[in-house]
């Protein structure tokens, strides 16, 4: 860490932490607990982390952990919040508790992804080409074709090497009845999170280096390179080295950061709209010595933002033009235009089938069980069930348009059922998950908590096998007794390890 | 390299620079005033304000200058969009959108920067404190972009940004400084001398001074301000450094030039070079240093047509 950060901001212990055991009154309670089995002893693969911890004093902890704290704000890893007139940085949460993965299970994981992904590519292919799975009635196409994320624009335009998405985010969480790893929901537009994944890993290691001693996790620095490797496979151009950019919508996104740090790592120029110009349907960036050639836009723009041409007349961070060159082939997008029509919450619903029918396997990795409000039979049911099931718009994210039915007011509860009933094809319905849960540290009080976490693994497409970079990001509600992880509702992340073998003595 | 991130280097060095100035000048008469009469005490925070550019807005918001509200107004006000704190902020904004092409330290020391001034404002820390921070500051900021910023492209433009900021700050204090102190209503000779010495401080060119000239001379402050090649805050010495950056970014060789903004800076620094201080007397100082800064906005201008904001056909 360097010096001038040490001047910003002083560690502070309370001093009533003094040497306490961290884990003084640890309950894992009722719910699938990731380190601590029904019995009480630590599960094999968190067994060698667990016993650093519990030896570890809790002010030995705390100062750590606000080491830790003190090297997101240095390096500016920060979000912004405008509460008094000028802005205040905030963190994104961070625990210091690792959510551990033993191999077996990893597999499992693996596998279950990558026969998805590659189905989702196959799905988009499809529908913004011959249409066999509407044909086919496998899936209704009214509800394809009424997804505000399909885009008409598409059809019919060849995309480089046929890869519609490059880049998944796809959330699993653990069932804790069962014990199963489930798919919540598919990212397939442009998921973020890869950067805290990244980072998490480099402060866990600066942190607790004697932990990466004793338990054999694996690497997962090799994204950026992988990402990179695929994006220049798509240059339209042969011969010279491909000019690659990632296009951002500029400072004051949220993920802003992660553009600079990915851009930064892959070794590609990091461009705005505005740095970005079409002319004969060709992209050029400006440069100080003029326009240089672009062949690869790995894009972090929405598709509505993406050409004011064609899109949106109204985005300032587009490039007017952008999908004439896209639609002459002088340029790849990664991902492709048009990927929503493959993570709606509802087609969701159908991914399982899209397996059977594009790849004649069944689904390693199962759905939640999903009531399509589109259906009669099924919004009957879920207006009859209202306080018992999570309700979730289809074309949003981070976890907004949502009602959690049994922590919910009968108020809420019946502000849903109006917008249920008025606007159907926009809902969808689940059973609530009674997820897994995780010791995570609460600063407040100085306490060791079982909190509920999900998972994103983060999955790279090159249009012939599937790479997962092992683990992905843990997010954790840090709310006592939420089910909600997502960081605009209060979550935090944790770094997560996938052990090269399971863990334990004999591994 | 991407227009934009020339644009915002250059603009970092400009902003870094400016926030260092604007502490240095408001750091140097805080402490000569304290020893000064009170009657000429009024009349001495009034040319802080000039030399920022700032009288207008200024004097809508406030009635008098005086140490707390050229402190208030110049340190940290947000409706002065050159206030050291709007500088720091949009340096540090700078850097944060081309944090991937500068190195990992020099984001975090600007970024440090910015912490602790918003610290220092929050723990309600005085004038003296906060420009001595500032300062610190921007001493780092030279060394950690010398220590580990590559010499490309890049490097020139901050180069340039922080050279045509500093030229023009030096022109201005002197312009400022000489109307009050020569053409100005009559004080004591004492003020005066005093004065003179916070001139030379503000620009961290007293010691150097004193080692070539037993007592102060207004002509020779404005000799070695303006004209000497030595010193690193004198107006020759940094057109010199802006012209050697323009022409590595053009690839011109001395003697020469590629565009209008090499041009004018050229004729400066000639102007600098082979212009004597009784010459420029002669003409009007005054005039001398209008043209200067004049000419150094116009520089500016050009080197955004040429390079950073020129239209695509």
């Known amino acids: 860490m360097s010096s001038p950060s040490q001047a910003i901001i002083a560690i502070n212990i309370p001093p009533e932490f003094g040497g306490r055991p961290l884990f003084e009154g640890y309950d894992p309670g009722t719910f699938y607990d990731e380190s601590i089995a029904p019995d009480g002893k630590p599960r094999p693969e968190a067994a060698a982390m667990h016993e650093i911890l519990a030896g570890m004093p809790l002010d030995v902890f705390e100062e750590r952990r606000q080491l830790a704290d003190l090297s997101y704000l240095v390096q500016g890893i920060t979000f912004t919040v405008y509460s008094d007139g000028r802005g205040t940085e905030r963190l994104f949460p961070f625990d210091l508790v690792p959510r551990i993965i033993p191999r077996h299970e990893w597999d499992v994981i693996e596998k279950g992804l990558a026969q998805r992904v590659m189905a989702l590519n196959f799905y988009l292919q499809d529908i913004y080409g011959k249409q066999r799975i509407l044909r086919d009635k496998i899936i209704p196409r009214q509800l394809v074709q009424s997804c505000k994320h399909f885009r008409r624009e598409m059809m019919g335009l060849n995309v480089p090497r046929d890869i519609y998405v490059h880049i998944a985010g796809i959330d699993l969480v653990r069932d804790s009845r069962t014990g199963e790893y489930l798919v919540l929901e598919d990212n397939a537009r442009s998921p973020s999170g890869i950067s805290y994944v990244l980072e998490n890993r480099l402060v866990m290691r600066r942190t607790f280096a004697r932990a990466f001693e004793v338990s054999e996790v694996m690497p997962v620095d090799h994204y950026p390179n992988e990402l990179g490797r695929i994006l220049r496979s798509l240059s339209p151009r042969s011969g010279d080295r491909p000019v690659v950019v990632l296009l951002t919508p500029g400072l004051y996104n949220s993920a802003y950061f992660e553009h600079c740090f990915l851009a930064q790592e892959m070794g590609i120029e990091l461009v705005e709209g505005r740095d970005l110009v079409v002319v004969d349907d060709v992209v050029y960036m400006k440069t100080i010595h003029g326009l240089t050639r672009v062949d690869v836009i790995y894009r972090r723009v929405d598709d509505d933002f993406l050409d004011p041409l064609a899109f949106r007349a109204d985005s300032l961070v587009g490039v007017p033009g952008l999908m004439n060159a896209y639609r002459a082939g002088n340029i790849a997008l990664a991902n492709a235009v048009g990927t929503g029509v493959a993570d709606d919450k509802a087609i969701y619903a159908f991914v399982p089938d899209f397996i059977r029918y594009y790849l004649g396997e069944e689904p390693i990795l199962k759905n939640v069980d999903t009531y399509l409000c589109s259906r009669p039979d099924h919004l009957s049911y879920v207006l009859d069930h209202l306080g018992e099931l999570v309700v979730k718009a289809v074309g949003e994210s981070g976890g907004y348009g949502m009602l959690m039915g049994p922590s919910s007011d009968k108020k809420t509860i019946e502000d849903f059922r109006v917008r249920l009933k008025a606007d159907p094809r926009n809902y969808i319905a689940q059973p609530v998950i009674p997820l897994s849960r995780c010791p995570s540290f609460d600063p407040a009080t100085g306490t060791m908590s079982a909190r509920h976490i999900d998972l994103r693994p983060y999955c790279l497409y090159d249009g012939e096998k599937v790479t997962i970079v092992p683990g992905g990001l843990t997010r954790v509600a840090l709310q006592k007794g939420s089910l909600v992880v997502n960081s605009s509702q209060g979550g935090g992340s944790k770094d997560t390890w996938v052990l090269r073998g399971d863990g334990g003595q004999e591994a | ?313």
Request: glycine share 6%; proline share 3%.
């Open chain 2, 1 to 313: 390299m991407l227009s934009r991130i020339a644009d915002s280097l250059f603009w970092i060095g400009r902003y870094m620079e400016r926030a260092d100035n604007t502490a240095r000048i408001l750091d140097v008469n805080y402490h000569m005033l304290l020893e000064q009469p009170p009657d000429t005490y009024k009349l001495r925070w009034d040319p802080l304000i000039a030399i920022t550019g700032e009288r207008t807005r200024f004097y809508q918001r406030f009635e008098e200058a005086n140490a707390q509200t050229a402190f208030d107004y110049l340190g940290y006000s947000a409706d002065n969009p050159n206030s050291i704190a709007q500088c720091i902020i949009l340096a540090r904004e700078n850097a944060r959108t081309i944090r991937d092409r500068i190195s990992r330290e020099l984001w975090e020391d600007i970024n440090g920067l910015y912490h602790k001034i918003n610290k220092l404002r929050d723990e309600g820390e005085g004038l003296s404190r906060f420009c001595d921070a500032v300062k610190r500051g921007g001493h780092r900021f030279h060394g950690v972009c010398d220590a580990t910023l590559a010499r490309d492209e890049g490097w020139h433009f901050l180069q340039a940004g922080c050279a045509l900021e500093r030229a023009e700050m030096t022109a201005r204090i002197l312009d400022v400084h000489y109307h009050q102190l020569v053409e100005g209503p009559q004080i004591l000779n004492e003020a005066r001398s005093h004065a003179w010495v916070a001139v030379l401080k503000s620009v961290a060119a007293y010691e150097f001074y004193k080692r070539q000239h037993s007592h102060i001379e207004p002509t020779q402050v404005a000799q070695l301000l303006l004209l000497d090649p030595r010193h690193p805050r004198s107006v020759r010495f940094n057109l010199g450094v802006l012209q050697n950056s323009l022409y590595a970014i053009s690839g011109s060789v001395p003697g020469s030039y590629a565009n209008e903004g090499e041009r004018l800076t050229g004729r400066a620094h000639e102007s600098l070079t082979y212009d004597s201080i009784d010459e420029i007397f002669s003409g009007g100082l005054h005039d001398y240093l209008e043209e200067m800064q004049a000419t150094c906005r116009t520089i500016g201008a050009h080197i955004s047509q040429t390079y950073l904001y020129y239209a695509v056909s």
